[in-house]
């Protein structure tokens, strides 16, 4: 593709929306993993806002949702993003994540060192990365 991609006026990234079973419990869980602010909530829909300012959360709860396979698999639901999550203190996030009904993946990348970069899973089994602020 070549050439200019025109915008659209007006258009501008607000956030993103996380599909779950129950969308409290995920809420409540990045509520409590990033200081964020619940700002609505209704008829299983939640909304989170960082009371800094910013993109926002959205969890919705969807009633056929499936876990994504972490690692992905072959035929086994597959994640579509994953949330990037820079901290300045990588094992007491993660506790806060375990605390918060969060785990920590099973399989972590090889080439990775997990002293600076950690795939947690949101109660929903969503896989995320905690990553550690360089100095």
Known sequence: ??????????????GVTIDCHD???VASFYAALLGWEVTDRS????????PEGGVGLNVQAEPNYLAPAWPERDGDPQ???????LVTDIDTTA??????GGAEAA???PDRDRD???VM???????????????
């Open 116 to 118: 600076r970069l950690r």
């Open 79 to 85: 994640k579509q993003l994953h949330l990037e999550i």
């Open 107 to 109: 399989w972590q990348p």
């Open 1 to 14: 593709m070549t050439g200019t991609v025109p915008s659209v006026p007006n258009a501008r990234w607000a």
């Open 121 to 135: 899973l949101d109660p929903a089994g969503h896989p995320f990365c905690l990553f550690l602020q360089g100095e």
């Open 23 to 25: 969308a409290d419990v």
């Open 43 to 50: 008829n299983g829909w939640v909304q989170l806002r960082n």
């Open 95 to 100: 506790a806060v994540v375990l605390a918060n």
